[in-house]
C-alpha cells in the first residue's frame, strides 16, 4: 500500500524552527518528485518547496525563500522540510506530495500537481 506520512508539526513563536518529516511506505521516494504544499484556512492549496527524484534539483515559491529547505535521505525514503523565521502567515496544515508527472518542478508547485498525498501536519505559528 502507497503511503506517504508526514510528521512534525505542531505551535511555534513567529521566528522559530520546525523541521517537517514525510516518510514513504510502499514505494521508494528517490522515484519521484516530492512537494510540500500547505493550505491556511479559508485559503487554496499552494505549493511551498519541491525536489526532484534525479539530480535533487529544488524550487522553492519566493514567500519561503531563504527560510526552507527541501532536503532529502533516500536512505531513509524521507524527505524533509527545514522551516525557519517562521512568520504567522506560515501558519497551514502541510502536505507532502509525489508525483512522477513530467512537468518542471515550478509547475509542480504552483499547480500543486501530486499522484500521492499525505494526510497532512498542522503547523501554527503564533505568541
Known amino acids: 500500500q502507497v503511503q506517504l506520512v508526514e510528521s512534525g508539526g505542531g505551535l511555534v513563536q513567529p521566528g522559530g524552527s520546525l523541521r517537517l518529516s514525510c516518510a514513504a511506505s510502499?514505494?521508494?521516494?528517490?522515484?519521484?518528485?516530492i512537494g510540500w504544499f500547505r493550505q491556511a484556512p479559508g485559503k487554496g492549496r499552494e505549493g511551498v518547496s519541491c525536489?526532484?527524484?534525479?539530480?535533487?534539483?529544488?524550487y522553492y515559491r519566493n514567500f519561503v525563500k531563504g527560510r526552507f529547505t527541501i532536503p532529502r535521505d533516500n536512505a531513509k525514503n524521507t524527505v524533509y522540510l527545514q522551516m525557519n523565521k517562521l512568520k504567522p502567515e506560515d501558519t497551514a496544515v502541510y502536505y507532502c506530495?509525489?508525483?512522477?508527472?513530467?512537468?518542471?518542478?515550478?509547475?509542480?508547485?504552483?499547480?500543486?500537481?501530486?499522484?500521492?498525498w499525505g494526510q497532512g501536519t498542522q503547523v501554527t505559528v503564533s505568541s
Open positions: 506530495v509525489a508525483t512522477k508527472a513530467i512537468v518542471t518542478l515550478e509547475a509542480m508547485c504552483v499547480m500543486t500537481i501530486g499522484d500521492y
Open positions: 525536489i526532484s527524484n534525479s539530480d535533487s534539483s529544488t
Open positions: 510502499g514505494f521508494s521516494l528517490d522515484d519521484y518528485a
